[in-house]
C-alpha cells in the first residue's frame, strides 16, 4: 500500500481541506478532512481518469486527480516495475512512504537481477522523490536495497 497526504483548495476556498489517498492494487481509497469519503478507480473513459461511485467523493475527483497524476510516477512505480520486469518479480508493496519490497521469483539470481536494475532503473524512473527499492526472495534471507534519487 502506498499513501499520498495532501491538500486541496475546492471551490477557490481559502481554506484547505486534507486529502489522504491509499493505493492498494488498482484502487484509490479516498479519506478527507479525516473520514473515509470512498473509491475511486483509473478509468481511460472519463475525462478525468478517475471515476467513482461514491457521491461524497465526486466534487473533489478532480483535484484530487491532479495530485495523483503528479505523484502518479511513484505510486505507480510498482505496476511499471512489472511491466518492465515481471517475468522476474512475483509482486510488490510499499512498507512505508519511502521503501518498496520487491519479492523475486524463486528461480532469478537475486544478485544478477539487482545488477540489471541498478544499471537500468533510472531509464524508467520520472519522479524526483526518494525512494529505497528492497529486492527479495521469500525463499532466503538475502535482501538487497537499491536506494533510488538518493
Known amino acids: 500500500m502506498f499513501t499520498a497526504d495532501f491538500n ?15 493505493k492498494e492494487e488498482n484502487a484509490y481509497f ?10 475511486m478507480v483509473a478509468d481511460g473513459t472519463d ?13 473533489y475527483i478532480g483535484l484530487i486527480t491532479q495530485h495523483i497524476n503528479a505523484d502518479g510516477a511513484r505510486l505507480n512505480f ?3 516495475l512489472s511491466e518492465v520486469w515481471g517475468e522476474n518479480i512475483s509482486g510488490s508493496l510499499f512498507v512505508n512512504d519511502n521503501t518498496l519490497e520487491v519479492a523475486v521469483k524463486p528461480e532469478v539470481n537475486l544478485d544478477e537481477f539487482a545488477a540489471l536494475i541498478k544499471d537500468s532503473v ?16 521469500e525463499d ?4 538487497i536495497k537499491i536506494s533510488i534519487n538518493q
Open 8 to 22: 486541496i483548495f475546492p471551490d477557490g476556498s481559502a481554506t484547505p481541506v486534507e486529502v489522504s489517498v491509499n
Open 30 to 39: 479516498v479519506s478527507i478532512n479525516g473520514k473515509y469519503t470512498g473509491a
Open 47 to 59: 475525462s478525468l481518469q478517475f471515476s467513482t461511485e461514491d457521491e461524497e467523493l465526486e466534487p
Open 78 to 80: 510498482p505496476d511499471t
Open 122 to 137: 533510472y531509464d524508467i524512473v520520472n519522479f524526483d522523490e526518494a525512494l529505497d527499492l528492497i529486492l527479495f526472495k
Open 140 to 143: 532466503t534471507a538475502k535482501a
